[in-house]
């Protein structure tokens, strides 16, 4: 047991050891909530009569949005599941997905817009969310144990 006035020793080696990034929420998750909200707004966007770059606009602006915190896999699903849901309802009727040079083009910006928008959040509020959320678990480099300090935890003769 270490003493209240001491700071332990391997705590030192345990704090200085690179942490994985952690996600707060599964790709699994991000990617079903998001596929969940994609589907009915691409019912209601054909419901309101947006039909062609308007409704893919806005299903393709959800999409991207929703991909501000999610991770790179559930970006790159949603924004398949995005092209899916807009060739198949918006762009033609019924679900019929058809592979044309349009249909391609709109897969390839559908794809690339949430991934954009991903990279990007990871690499501008990614990284100032881990700085602070690890702010308090800096180690303490200033902290030089002395020779006379045992590497191992001493019990306390207090009892």
Do not use: K, Y
């Not at 398949?80 to 391609?104: E, H």
């Not at 959320?133 to 006379?148: I, T, Y």
């Amino acid at each position: 047991m270490v003493d209240q006035g001491q700071e332990d020793p391997t705590m030192l080696m345990r704090s200085a050891a690179p942490r994985p990034a952690v996600e707060l929420v599964p790709t699994w998750v991000t990617f079903c909530v998001g596929a969940g909200m994609v589907f009915p707004v691409t019912l209601v966007v054909r419901g309101i009569g947006f039909r062609g770059h308007l409704g893919s606009l806005v299903v393709l602006a959800l999409a991207a949005l929703w991909s501000i915190r999610s991770t790179v896999p559930a970006a790159a699903g949603l924004g398949t599941l995005c092209w899916a849901f807009t060739t198949g309802f918006i762009v033609n009727s019924f679900g019929t997905l058809t592979f044309g040079r349009q249909d391609l083009v709109l897969l390839a910006v559908c794809l690339g817009a949430p991934l954009a928008v991903c990279a990007w959040s990871r690499s501008t509020l990614g990284s100032s969310f881990r700085r602070r959320r690890l702010a308090g678990r800096r180690p303490d480099f200033h902290h030089v144990p002395r020779r006379s300090d045992p590497p191992w935890p001493t019990s306390s003769s207090s009892s």
